[in-house]
């Protein structure tokens, strides 16, 4: 059974910092892309930043350019969202991802319904205080 399980969301302060961490099991996260989404209320779901497994090459959304940073543990099939200077903008469900036939670069351009994306997990929510 495929399985994306989110961790790592709560509540931070406006200039604080916070890790999310994505454990995939039930696929070879080889072949994909892990991407990171997030949808505030009332706004459209957006690609935050994606990381192809297999060379490493990575995609920020110039909102989080310079704060956020993702990672890979392979030996624990988890890949990471460390951000940092958080703003209340940030507030939002975060979701993770797996696309097989994506580009980290065409995160950006990915629309609905899936976004490119094959398998979802269930988000955790990121709440920043001003």
């Known amino acids: 059974e495929v399985q994306l399980v989110e961790s790592g969301g709560g509540l931070v302060q406006a200039g604080g910092s916070a890790r999310l961490s994505c454990a995939a099991s039930?696929?070879?996260?080889?072949?994909?892309?892990i991407a990171w989404f997030r949808q505030a209320p009332g706004k459209e779901r957006e690609g935050v930043s994606g990381?192809?497994?297999?060379?490493?090459?990575?995609y920020y959304a110039d909102s989080v350019k310079g704060r956020f940073t993702i990672s890979t543990d392979n030996a624990k099939n988890t890949v990471y969202l460390q951000m940092s200077s958080l703003k209340p903008e940030d507030r939002a469900w975060y979701y993770c991802?797996?696309?097989?036939?994506?580009?980290?670069?065409?995160?950006?351009?990915?629309?609905?319904?899936?976004?490119?994306?094959?398998?979802w997990g269930k988000g955790t929510l990121v709440t920043v205080s001003s």
């Open positions: 039930g696929f070879d996260l080889d072949d994909y892309v």
């Open positions: 990381i192809s497994m297999n060379d490493g090459i990575t």
């Open positions: 991802a797996a696309g097989l036939l994506i580009s980290p670069q065409a995160i950006a351009q990915a629309g609905p319904p899936y976004y490119g994306m094959d398998f």
